[in-house]
């Protein structure tokens, strides 16, 4: 079925439940078409075809018996997009799976530039990169706490001893793409004299 009115693309994965629903049902009072595109469901569960031609070009996205083009979508709230599945598949084909439904995936957001987004893809990646935000805000004269960034196990002790002990750990990225519980997960930690003795591991 094709959706006539209006539509607000609503980026997402399957695993995602209440905010999204809530936010849904408040579109479709407002008159507005919602769209989910569970991101971890493509290519596998969601067709994606692009036909371009002489100074034009068209996207449609088929999902759940829906199906859009780009020139109805109006505005985009990007919540998450999720890699997809490929454990199924073959292992010597699926990195290059991965990375062929990702270009696909890119060329669709380009198609939605005309959209207003919630947020755009290169504020979320900027806001994303822990690394380019403490440059920012240092640069900018905000208050930062002390950081050090290494993978080199000396460093982080003298790093240690200069802090007086007083040290966290965290990752610069999540190590899970799913909502689900996972028995490998990080928290932000403090750090203990005896956790450094071992830091080459």
């Known amino acids: 079925m094709s959706l006539s009115r209006d539509v607000v693309l609503l980026i997402t994965h399957s695993g995602d439940f209440f905010t999204i629903d809530r936010v849904m049902e408040a579109l479709l009072k407002k008159g507005v078409q919602p769209f989910r595109f569970d991101t971890d ?44 599945d490929f454990k199924e598949l073959d292992p010597q084909y699926q990195q290059a799976c991965a990375r062929e439904s990702k270009a696909t995936l890119n060329g669709f957001w380009d198609s939605l530039r005309e959209a207003n987004w919630v947020d755009h893809l290169a504020q979320i990646e900027a806001a994303s990169n822990k690394l380019l935000q403490l440059r920012l805000a240092s640069e900018l004269g905000f208050t930062i706490p002390q950081t050090l960034i290494t993978n080199k196990a000396e460093a982080a002790r003298e790093f240690f001893q200069q802090v007086n002990g007083k040290m966290v750990s965290k990752l610069l990225t999540a190590l899970s793409h799913s909502m689900e519980s996972t028995s490998f997960f990080l928290y932000t930690s403090l750090v203990k004299e005896e956790d450094l003795q071992d830091a080459e591991s």
Do not use: C, M
């Not at 596998?44 to 371009?52: E, M, P, S, W």
């Not at 034009?56 to 999902?63: F, T």
């Not at 780009?70 to 997009?81: E, N, P, S």
């Open 41 to 84: 469901q493509f290519p596998l569960n969601v067709q994606l075809t692009a036909n371009f031609g002489k100074s034009k070009s068209d996207h449609q996205l088929e999902y759940n018996g829906n199906s859009i083009s780009t020139k109805q979508v109006q505005a985009v709230w990007l919540r998450r997009i999720w890699e997809p």
